[in-house]
């Protein structure tokens, strides 16, 4: 089975700095892909970023970057300039390409994006 | 991008009774929903994967005959939570995915309470 595991509860920067939140995971699949979603206070999920397990190159949205290590299995988010508007609830996923699917998740980070 | 539309937002109901929560796919054929609870301040935990057509997949620990899911077709699934308690009290999400296409579209979310 595969699991995800977010180690940081909570985590708090000021605005314009740079933060990192940690994401690692455990399967045995070569292929799948990974996410980062957003959850703001709405509790509508929002789609980060999303990795291929078979691209080498990390993923990139503007502010957003994820930092793969395919091998270490770890899938690190940074955020740069950081802005008010990214304070949410950060979550990691995975899902496998073949077979029996399942989306799952970490357990959360908590970001608050200091004024 | 695509949209999954999923009513109702918020309920309200007797303990009891039973609740039927749609997740629409808008412009795209849903082969896959996943169905996820979550408590405040948590991660959201899957509680079963349907794919169209088929019984859904729950699991462990959830229970089927309580929470019923339809997947008649590509473009609906249902969850029916029945005779309600105030412990089936939370927010429930859905997902809805193309098989292998490795993209994911959530609905907004429902809020059950059961008095």
């Known amino acids: 089975a595969q699991t995800v595991t977010q180690s940081q509860p909570e985590m708090s920067v000021q605005e314009a700095e740079t933060v990192t939140l940690s994401c690692t995971y455990d399967?045995?699949?070569?292929?799948?892909?990974l996410f980062w979603y957003k959850q703001p206070p709405s509790r509508q999920m929002i789609l980060v970023i999303r990795q291929e397990a078979y691209k080498q190159q990390n993923a990139t949205e503007n502010r957003f970057s994820v930092n793969f290590q395919k091998a270490a299995k770890s899938f690190s988010l940074k955020i740069s300039d950081s802005q008010l508007g990214d304070t949410a609830m950060y979550f990691c996923a995975f899902i496998k390409i073949q077979g029996a699917q399942k989306l799952v998740f970490g357990q959360g980070t908590r970001l608050t994006i200091n004024p | 991008g695509a949209v999954v539309s999923q009513h109702p937002s918020w309920v309200i109901c007797k303990s009891g009774t039973s609740v039927k929560i749609e997740c629409r796919s808008l412009d795209f054929q849903a082969t896959t929903m996943f169905w996820y609870r979550q408590f405040p301040k948590q991660s959201l935990m899957l509680m079963a994967t349907?794919?169209?057509?088929?019984?859904?997949?729950?699991e462990q620990g959830v229970e089927k005959d309580k929470f019923l899911i339809n997947h008649a077709s590509l473009t609906l699934s249902t969850l029916t939570v029945t005779s309600a308690h105030p412990e089936d009290s939370s927010f429930y999400i859905c997902?809805?995915?193309?098989?292998?296409?490795?993209?994911?579209?959530f609905g907004e979310g429902s809020r059950l309470t059961v008095l």
């Open positions: 399967t045995s699949e070569n292929n799948y892909y």
């Open positions: 349907s794919n169209e057509g088929s019984k859904a997949t729950y």
């Open positions: 997902s809805g995915t193309q098989i292998n296409s490795g993209e994911l579209f």
